[in-house]
């Protein structure tokens, strides 16, 4: 977890956001703002830096809020179609 913490530490946010970080219950990374919940998701999820830090440290793995094509990864079904 040392290395985590020194790329958190590395991490530029995109310009003008005040994102905070924790980690989810799900033990991946979660950027946002507002209330954080038990589970450590905020209450407004921050997809923008999400990405940022996954681009700037890919080998850290998915960050939450998480794109369509990375739960299609994890085995979500996220077609909008539910008959």
Same mark, same amino acid.
């Given at each position: 977890?040392?290395?985590?913490?020194? *790329?958190?530490? !590395?991490? &530029? $946010? /995109? !310009? +003008?956001? &005040?994102? $905070?970080?924790?980690?989810?219950?799900?033990?991946? =990374?979660?950027? +946002?703002?507002? %209330? =954080?919940?038990?589970?450590?998701?905020? %209450?407004? +999820?921050?997809?923008?830096?999400? $990405?940022?830090?996954e681009k *700037?440290?890919? !080998?850290? +793995?998915a960050c939450? /809020?998480?794109?369509? %094509? *990375?739960?299609? %990864?994890?085995?979500?079904? &996220?077609?909008?179609? $539910?008959?």
């Open positions: 977890m040392a290395t985590m913490s020194k *790329q958190l530490i !590395k991490f &530029v $946010r /995109p !310009k +003008g956001h &005040v994102c $905070r970080v924790s980690t989810g219950i799900h033990y991946f =990374l979660t950027f +946002g703002t507002g %209330e =954080l919940d038990d589970n450590g998701f905020w %209450e407004n +999820g921050c997809a923008e830096c999400a $990405r940022a830090f *700037q440290f890919p !080998k850290c +793995g939450w /809020p998480h794109t369509s %094509e *990375q739960l299609k %990864e994890m085995g979500f079904d &996220v077609s909008t179609n $539910r008959d």
